[in-house]
């Protein structure tokens, strides 16, 4: 039997210390022998199909196929399914909402990015991009930082308000110092210790001369051809971290600047791992910019198919008969 798990049986089985764990785990394992495979295929108009195959992590007898429909225009933007199949048999034991899995493992592993890699003391953050990402980091980043001020910019001005209420309320903030709404997102990221940028934007939205030193951003949006979040001035001054960098050259935030390998200074794991520095001094930028791994989504996967089965959630549907 296979467990269907819709986005509201994820979101009541899934926290984010959890998830946090999960993910911290995945990145100080190995992902197994298997190459994973991201395939990203145009369709008419402004979709894209994509396909992340196989999501492997040491210790976890499971693997994941994700297959996505990305159409900017749509609410929700991304929509698929995550299939979690069993690594000796290849049964199919769970097929998941593969925008809630998607928006909490890219939200929740960049939250570990923008910890890792921002200043300890810094605790002004911006987000550029209300959307589904940048709640899971808002959700992720508190767990392990303190964050004692909001400022939120987006194109649109009620889902910007909206964000920056939910979360204000969630973090116990109060008052226009602590939490605000900016129309232009270099007035957003002035004061901000911690950027963080969850947009579809296709042309740079901040530049060198926008960012003030000392500042960590975690760009999400460039994961795939075309798009951008941040120039190749600003990337060509900053210390960058990636979650793998052949893929950040080919489609990620390099490619996107035009920059190469030597731009790189690692991955998250090599950091978490201690096999490179994170940030080296407290006046330089610092980026983080993924792609998004296969085995993330497993990771999250995993959790909540082992909680569906404690809790006895979701719906069990054969397709073998």
Same mark, same amino acid.
């Given at each position: ?15 984010? $210390? ?53 159409? @900017? ?12 199949? /069993? ?15 998607? $928006? ?46 909001? #400022? ?48 579809? $934007? ?10 003030? +030193? ?29 979650? /793998?960098? @052949? ?35 407290? +006046?330089? #930028? ?7 791994? @296969? ?27």
């Amino acid at each position: 039997m296979t467990l269907l798990l819709t986005r509201s049986d994820l979101e009541a089985l899934l926290d984010p $210390a959890g998830c946090l764990d999960a993910l911290r785990r995945g990145f100080t394992a190995g992902e197994g022998e298997a190459v994973a495979r991201r395939v990203v295929g145009k369709l008419p108009g402004q979709g894209t199909a994509t396909a992340l195959l196989p999501g492997l992590v040491e210790e976890i007898p499971a693997y994941t196929v994700k297959v996505n429909a990305k159409f @900017p225009g749509s609410r929700p933007a991304l929509r698929g399914v995550v299939c979690l199949h /069993d690594l000796g048999t290849g049964e199919l034991l769970a097929q998941l909402d593969s925008a809630t899995v998607t $928006a909490w493992r890219t939200g929740l592993a960049a939250a570990l990015g923008t910890h890792a890699l921002a200043r300890p003391d810094a605790d002004a953050v911006a987000v550029i991009g209300a959307g589904a990402q940048a709640e899971l980091v808002m959700r992720g980043l508190p767990e392990l930082r303190a964050v004692r001020r909001l #400022i939120v910019c987006d194109l649109d001005a009620g889902r910007a308000a909206a964000f920056a209420g939910r979360h204000g309320e969630r973090l116990g903030l109060a008052g226009d110092d602590a939490v605000s709404v900016a129309a232009d997102p270099r007035a957003a990221v002035a004061d901000a210790g911690i950027v963080v940028m969850a947009t579809w $934007a296709r042309r740079p939205i901040l530049h060198a001369a926008d960012v003030a +030193s000392g500042t960590h951003i975690t760009s999400l949006g460039a994961d795939e051809p075309g798009k951008a979040e941040l120039s190749a001035d600003l990337l060509e001054g900053a210390r960058v971290v990636v979650d /793998d960098v @052949p893929l950040a050259v080919e489609m990620g935030v390099l490619a996107g600047a035009g920059l190469d390998v030597k731009h790189a200074a690692g991955t998250l794991r090599d950091l978490l791992c201690g096999q490179v520095p994170g940030r080296v001094k407290g +006046s330089e #930028i610092t980026v983080y910019a993924p792609v998004g791994l @296969p085995w993330q989504d497993l990771a999250v996967s995993w959790a909540a198919y082992r909680a569906a089965r404690a809790a006895g959630a979701g719906t069990e549907f054969d397709f073998l008969s």
